[in-house]
């Protein structure tokens, strides 16, 4: 069935450093791929999405480019703040179904 | 886009008794889903909320322990009922507002439940 593999954290980084997290997919089809955050203490928010093959998605300069080949959807960061402390999950809609499956999720810790 | 405000924000209960999680919408959606995040744990579906008829549960909830009420297109409610301590969760709130678009799913700001 369709399931999403993220890298597991804590993601421990220096303020200005490079953050990757890892986010690898399994699906029918070619469904489109979303990053969510959750900051402390509130909900999920959507951060990114890519709808197709090679799309980069892209938001607050955080960015994600859509692999078909090598299924997955690496979520990338060139000078991460404080502010980026929080849980990011990748996730993927379930063929044929209403389901968003997400992935275990990866918490992120940025110190200055 | 979608605002969802969620009812209480935290509690904690005893064992045994129930909690209703109120969830609110600022605008009419297609689609209300039930969601519980247990600690340091991934998000797991409960229940899609069907208005006018009763929610669609999946594999491990049942209605008897989560009853689900939508009756109109802005508005449900989750209650977790006989509660131990194994339901400490976060149960967050999640709506669609136009099917196919994936994108266009938001979630509550989540309950956070202590069961002592």
């Known amino acids: 069935g369709d399931s999403v593999t993220q890298m597991e954290g804590p993601v421990t980084l220096s303020e200005e450093a490079f953050l990757t997290i890892n986010c690898t997919y399994t699906a029918t089809g070619y469904p489109s791929l979303f990053w969510y955050v959750q900051y402390p203490g509130e909900g999920l928010q959507l951060l990114l999405k890519?709808?197709?093959?090679?799309d980069k998605g892209s938001n607050k300069g955080f960015e994600a480019t859509y692999r078909k080949e090598t299924t997955s959807f690496h979520l990338e960061k060139g000078s991460v703040q404080v502010s980026d402390s929080a849980v990011y999950f990748c996730?993927?809609?379930?063929?044929?179904?209403?389901?968003?499956?997400f992935g275990t999720g990866t918490r992120l810790q940025v110190f200055p | 886009s979608a605002v969802i405000s969620q009812k209480p924000s935290r509690d904690i209960c005893q064992r045994g008794t129930s909690l209703t999680i109120q969830c609110q919408v600022d605008?009419?959606?297609?689609?209300m889903f039930w969601y519980r995040q247990q600690p340091g744990q991934s998000l797991t579906l409960i229940a899609t909320a069907n208005q006018g008829s009763e929610a669609t549960y999946e594999s491990g909830f049942v209605i008897d322990k989560f009853p689900i009420s939508r009756p109109n297109l802005t508005f449900s409610t989750l209650t977790v009922s006989n509660m131990s301590p194994e339901d400490s969760s976060i149960y967050l709130c999640?709506?669609?507002?136009?099917?196919?678009?994936?994108?266009?799913?938001?979630f509550g700001p989540g309950t956070r439940l202590t069961v002592l």
């Open positions: 996730a993927l809609p379930s063929y044929n179904t209403d389901k968003l499956i």
């Open positions: 999640s709506v669609r507002t136009r099917p196919p678009v994936w994108d266009e799913q938001f």
């Open positions: 605008s009419q959606v297609t689609m």
């Open positions: 890519a709808t197709k093959a090679d």
